[in-house]
């Protein structure tokens, strides 16, 4: 359909942390992970918190706190069904990503989440992600989307109105 990718493309990834991933982990405020139930429904969450909160447990495995949020908590309910997740690691002004491929168990181990060093409040529980397959993706999407350029950004003004929106669509679902 597009053609063979390049013999680099096709052998970039790896299956463990290196020094160059554990690098990016530690500088990166913010991922979006990647979930599907047991029918394959999929899903994908902001995961935020100050630089280096995912920490390298070691060579094959990352661990995060899971913070309060909205009590969905899809994605935890998610990787108890399938475990297999995506998590695409983010550098606020850099356009390449770090793309990362595992499987995720979730730990409710108070000393470990305590030995972890976290500030903050969590929900009891830290996931931790058997590290698959871990590689740089290329910056083509954040370049031609201008995502660092505040040039191309949106006047705050006409910024969309999530509140709006939310009560939208409550409306559309009968509760209000």
């Known amino acids: 359909m597009v053609g063979e990718p390049h013999e680099h493309v096709r052998n970039k990834a790896i299956s463990f942390v290196d020094s160059h991933v554990q ?11 990647s ?3 047991h029918d394959g429904k999929s899903d994908v969450s902001p ?15 990352l661990v995060y706190p899971e913070r309060p949020g909205n009590r969905r908590i899809d994605s935890l309910l998610n990787m108890l069904s399938n475990p297999g997740i995506g998590m695409l690691f983010l550098i606020p002004g850099m356009n390449e990503v770090l793309r990362i491929n595992g499987t995720a168990s979730i730990t409710k181990d108070e000393e470990f989440i305590a030995s972890m060093g976290w500030s903050g409040k969590t929900i009891g529980a830290a996931v931790i992600v058997d590290v698959e397959e871990c590689f740089i993706h290329c910056p083509r999407a954040f ?6 350029d505040h040039e191309t950004w949106v006047d705050a003004e006409d910024l969309p109105s999530t509140s709006e929106m939310f009560r939208a669509h409550l409306e559309i679902n009968g509760l209000l």
């Open 23 to 33: 690098n990016f982990i530690s500088m990166s405020p913010l991922f979006f992970l």
């Open 35 to 37: 979930t599907s139930d």
């Open 47 to 61: 995961r935020g918190d100050g630089a280096g909160f995912v920490k390298v447990y070691d060579t094959y495995r």
């Open 143 to 148: 370049k031609q989307a201008g995502l660092w």
